[in-house]
Nanobody
Framework: VQLQASGGGWVQAGGSLRLSCAGSGRSVSRYDVGWFRQAPGKEREPVSGISWSSGRIYYADTVKGRFTISRSNTKNTVYLQMNNLTPEDTAVYFC??????????????????WGNGTLVTVSS
């Protein structure tokens, strides 16, 4: 499966953005999908993840209550709605996919497919 992330941009603190992760080649509905981010000078960190059935969802503590992950199998897309953004959310966001597994959604090494990143910049 090929993945294309989009929806990043510049926003003021307190604003919102919705990221999209569009799949092609194969149906993304067959895969667990995770969102990760990497800020300048920092390591990549997990943000959110959703299992293929939407039965399991993961959020990092830093985004709980502000971000919502969802998927549309008809549109072959996974979304990350980001509300009440802060400058600490500034990073390049990547979406990644893996075959269904019981492993935690937050483990980056468990993902096999990834696409380009999309830059999110939040100003104070």
């Amino acid at each position: 499966v090929q993945l294309q992330a989009s929806g990043g941009g510049w926003v003021q603190a307190g604003g919102s953005l919705r990221l999209s992760c569009a799949g092609s080649g194969r149906s993304v509905s067959r895969y667990d999908v995770g969102w990760f981010r990497q800020a300048p000078g920092k390591e990549r960190e997990p943000v959110s993840g959703i299992s293929w059935s939407s039965g399991r969802i993961y959020y990092a503590d830093t985004v709980k209550g502000r971000f919502t992950i969802s998927r549309s199998n008809t549109k072959n897309t996974v979304y990350l709605q980001m509300n009440n953004l802060t400058p600490e959310d500034t990073a390049v966001y990547f979406c990644e996919a893996r075959g269904s597994t019981v492993a935690a959604l937050s483990l980056p090494d468990m993902y096999s497919y990834w696409g380009n990143g999309t830059l999110v910049t939040v100003s104070s």
